[in-house]
């Protein structure tokens, strides 16, 4: 068959094509008109699934910008309450660390370190007042036994050896104070400090308050051992002294509690921490009572005052002095130790202290204190007017 027989013209270009062909290799369009609305159609499609694509990939993309957005927020959010929260507990503002650490902690339910800062910051918190205050907010009494489960839950997780003991000492404060505890509560607070000392042995918080518990069971040797292990590990912290001193005045030891008492004084600019400034303030009410017990006891004028020489006796009444300026029970007592040692001046300053205004409170200065007045008045002889008033207000009342 002649080659011109299998040839067409293509109806684009007019070269001439295959008369079999589809599309013309010259042009590149297709010969018949089904062949052209398929290639439409295909193009039509591809433009389609471009589209898609690309807004697929755009929404894709914008979900992940807000997602992304998002979650830095929430990031941010959290690291701002978790900084904050740890500026308040420098502060000593543990009432707003609480508050701080208790968001964060709704942004991470499941943080376990998040889950004990806010177990330890608000434990140590509602402890520490209801320690140091004998009337509470209903509030405050009431937020303690939840704590508890929290506190044994986190035990339930791993944790950190001195996490562990922590959250150990945490309970045993805490179910000594809760007045809700039934069963026998003495022995589950001290098998937690035990278990709490024989992990950390070595952390004086903790060995504090396994030694001051050992001290409340009767245990005074091991437990003032601890007192001052701790005391040791922590020269600085002026609570532990104070409760040194406390104990060994209430057991009426009062040569062994004079000098935890003054060095916590002595403290209290140091502290930073609330727990230590109450603590200072709390050492020299204590000392101010030592002195005052003792005297009603021992007499501050008798040869064996606590075992303390004439210079001892002076120094401690000049310090609880300078510490408790407006006590009348305490200047009558150095009165008494100034009197007794001749230095009738000094004596003279603090009897007015104790008495005040004697001549505008007559019936508030009883008679031996204001007989005692006029011995001192007497004696040092630098005064016959302060004498004589004295004297006249005396006559009037043993004339009542």
Request: aromatic share 10%; net charge positive; charged share 30%.
């Amino acid at each position: 068959m002649p080659t011109d027989e299998l040839k067409k013209e293509c109806r684009y270009c007019k070269e001439p094509v295959h008369v079999d062909a589809r599309k013309c290799h010259h042009c590149g369009e297709f010969l018949e008109k089904h062949f052209r609305i398929e290639r439409t159609v295909k193009r039509v499609i591809g433009y389609v699934v471009i589209a898609t694509a690309i807004l697929s990939l755009f929404y894709g993309l914008r979900e992940g910008y807000y997602f992304i957005k998002e979650h830095s927020e929430k990031r941010q959010a959290l690291e701002a309450y978790m900084f904050a929260a740890k500026n308040f507990q420098k502060q000593d503002n543990l009432e707003y660390a609480d508050d701080a650490l208790k968001k964060a902690l709704a942004m991470k339910p499941n943080d376990l370190v998040l889950r004990l800062r806010y177990f330890a910051n608000r434990s140590h918190r509602l402890a520490r007042e209801m320690e140091y205050n004998p009337i509470v907010p209903k509030e405050i009494e009431e937020a303690i036994p939840p704590l508890i489960p929290e506190g044994y839950a986190l035990l339930n997780q791993r944790l950190k050896k001195i996490d562990r003991a922590a959250v150990l000492v945490m309970l045993g404060r805490l179910i000594t104070l809760d007045r809700t505890w039934s069963g026998n509560k003495n022995e589950e607070i001290l098998s937690l400090f035990t278990e709490a000392y024989r992990i950390a042995p070595t952390n004086s918080e903790i060995v504090f308050r396994y030694g001051y518990r050992l001290l409340m069971e009767g245990e005074e040797k091991k437990g003032m051992e601890l007192l001052q292990q701790a005391v040791e590990i922590d020269p600085e912290n002026a609570f532990y002294l104070e409760q040194m001193g406390e104990y060994f005045l209430k057991v009426k030891k009062y040569r062994e509690a004079i000098l935890p008492l003054t060095k916590a004084i002595n403290l209290r600019e140091q502290q930073k921490e609330m727990q230590g400034i109450w603590a200072a303030n709390e050492a020299k009410r204590h000392l101010r009572k030592l002195l005052i017990r003792a005297d009603n006891e021992h007499d501050i004028t008798s040869a064996d005052f606590l075992g303390l020489d004439i210079d001892e006796r002076e120094s401690i009444v000049e310090f609880a002095l300078k510490h408790n300026e407006n006590h009348g029970d305490l200047h009558h007592v150095a009165a008494k130790f100034y009197y007794a040692n001749g230095n009738f001046k000094k004596a003279d300053r603090a009897m007015r202290k104790s008495l005040g205004d004697y001549k505008s409170y007559v019936s508030r200065s009883n008679i031996p204190k204001l007989e005692f007045f006029a011995k001192i008045l007497k004696g040092g002889g630098h005064d016959p007017q302060a004498l004589a008033e004295v004297q006249a207000i005396l006559r009037e009342k043993r004339q009542r």
